[in-house]
């Protein structure tokens, strides 16, 4: 059992605050939640609106349909009342001229005038809310008293009684199931993998989405005695992480496509240089600018082949927080033990919406960095940096750890110990020992998650962020008896083919679902397995697929 | 105490032209290092890409060899991960002034421990002779056919502009004062640029040793580089009139490391002591 409920408002009006409170209490009260957000690229103005999806079970992704709407304009109401459930409501404040049968207006703005604080009105409306939904006050005090000094809570705490007291019960009570759960979206998952995964220094060039995890990162900054720094510009937030990396700690650096494009030459370097790197893009929808504040998958492509040259490398889609939060950590260890570039992909909805999950549990991350011991040369030996072995990877020395050691890494071709070279045949032996990694990297590689019927007729493909819409999908269409399976793929370079040939063989209908125009999943996995998806699902608005669209389309175009 | 000098030398066979005015550099720079008594793992020499980048190869230190106008932010990186190593970024005028512009600006503000020597023949020399942010206006390149357009960029008056703590100029063909300037700026605390006058025998014919050595001159012993007003003064002498050389501004100031208290009063970044379970506290700010 869930509820939606839709707050919207112009940019400056105080939605964030709104819907960071609301989902703080329901969660608190036991309930999970599911918060995504729909924001313009403006500070003042426009249209934006955060759902919080709470229930009694883990919700996987938004939905189309609401149960309530708090509208802080006009606009809001205008814009989201057709999707009002039968039962649904719409409250506002009394002075906003707009009208529609299942509205409450609502002296909220009066409330707050006469509690002392104009920008209480949000918590009356919370009181509202709450009370609409049967939920009791109690507690509620102890959490204004952490949001707020003692002044504002209390002042909150009235507001939120008197909204309270302004309406009756309406829907129905579910009672909530008060367990230990997180609270956490996309990018802090990542910055709290880092963080527990090691990383000593993240070096980036703010860009949304991706500022977030940078974010995170700073306000730990001197807790975990890391370093974060905001580079003069995303190239520079490469070659710094790689500088950090090469000379002996953990390093990370995020960005978004747009900030990508900038670090391509040196996503080279890293593969050249042998220097452990894990780079995450948090996608947006492009080309160049894009919408910056929405959501896409289009960078797959992109990704799989950037930097001019070859080079092996590791691409790991993230498909919620809780992947987030192992596959980071996972992706650290990866970079290190192979001396290899992985590439970490998020995106917008994934990186914003907020999730109700379990709590990480610290104790299955691991640090394995790879580094080597004097042992690995011999006294009277220069150290090779790049010494040919069976697997291709080197024995890997920091530079200033060893007396007398010198570690040498050059972007040029370079014989074992890292010189310039020329020579066809160094030439030729170093292709060959870097690319080796690429075949080695496939012992690492996890199969997709699958999800739904056991024998299906028809197999849905994804990767990422959609896993929390199509899970949903699927669970709705096989509880109408459609034999629906889909597997989700987290980790696409190299491409994982076992779990996909087993069900390609036995279904009638291969589906991709995709937020892209050219179907990039569909393209790689015909590449690499020759199987071709029968019919694609895509989308490019900017916008996160919900599970009633892919229902809904499976129902209507591929039945 | 000094480093045996020979334990710089590096088996690389060497690629600059005979009479390269990289050679000088490189044997200052060595000694440089040896009496400051440096030992070759204490060091890491950062580079891009340029005639003048392959210096990494020709000494035997840390070597980080990297992209074409990117040889300072590895450098910052590896500074803020073991802020024990000495660490020194050698490379071209092309690479630090054109392609990299934007990372000396940045790194100037930051005032990171690290040396900056630039290599600067006023040309791109490895790509064959077209001109660099340095090339004299209304000379001929081997691209610029008519002479070139634009005005050259003045490291030493931006750099000084720009409140970087340590601002010299010094001469390839005069070893000597080269060791001095040297030994200065990798003494000094925080970020140090060093414009090195260096004639590229190929590809410029015009700033030739002998055009160098007829126009410079040290900055005189009461020469007060302290003084901001007096530095910009022997920032804009260039050509005919003379060329100073020396330590033209130096200003105390607290370093990037000094301002990051994770750094700081710490032990490098690299012995940073940690497991996973400690950041299991931080899940509080998810409940
Ligand atoms: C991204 C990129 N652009 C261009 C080049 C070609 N390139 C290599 S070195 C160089 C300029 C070299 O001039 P400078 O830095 O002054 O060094 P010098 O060779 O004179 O020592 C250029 C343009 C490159 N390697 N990479």
Redesign the pocket.
Known sequence: MNYNILIGGSAGQGIVTLSQLLSKILKRKGYHIFLNKDYMSRIRGGHNFIQIRFGTEQIFSHSPFIDLIIALDKNTVEIHKEKLNENGKIICDESIDVSSDNLFKLPLKEIAKEVGNSKVFGTAAIGAVLKLFSIPLKDINKIFDEFFDSDLSNKNYQALIRGYELINNHFEYVEPQDKNHIMINGNQAVALGALAAGVSFYSAYPMTPSTGIMTYLAHKEEEAGIVVEQAEDEIAAINMAIGASFAGVRAMTGTSGGGFSLMT?SLGLAGITETPLVVIDVQRPGPATGLPTRTEQSDLSFVLTASHGEIPRMVISLRSPADAFYQTARALNIAEKYQVLVILLSDQYLADYVQTIEPFDFKKITIERGIADASSVKENEDYKRYKLTETGVSPRLIPGQIENKTVLADSDEHNECGHITESAEVRTNMMEKRMKKQELLKEEIQEPEYLGAESPDILLVGWGSTYGPIKEAVERLNSENIKVGALIFGDVWPLPKESLEKYAKKVKTIVNIEQNYTGQLAKLIRQETGIKCDKSILKYDGRQINFYEIYSKIKSEVL | MTTDINLFNSMDENAWCPGCG?FGILNALKEALSELDLKPHEVLITS???????LPHYINVNGFNG???RAVPPAVGAKIANKNLKVIVN??????Y??GGNHIIHNIRRNIDITHFV???Q?????KG?G?PTTAKGQKTTLQLEGVKVDPFNPISFAISLGCSFVARAFSGDKEHLVYVMKEAIKHKGYALVDIL?P?VS?NKVNTYRWYKERVYKLDKNYDCTNKEEAFKKAFEWGDEGIPIGIIYKEKKSTYIDRTPQLNSKPPLINREWKPVYAEKFMEDFI
């Open positions: 030459e | 990289n891009g890409i340029g005639q003048a980048a392959k992209l074409h106008g490379t071209g005028d092309g690479d630090s054109g392609e290599h600067d023949n040309i791109y020399g490895l790509t077209q660099s260096q590229c590809f």
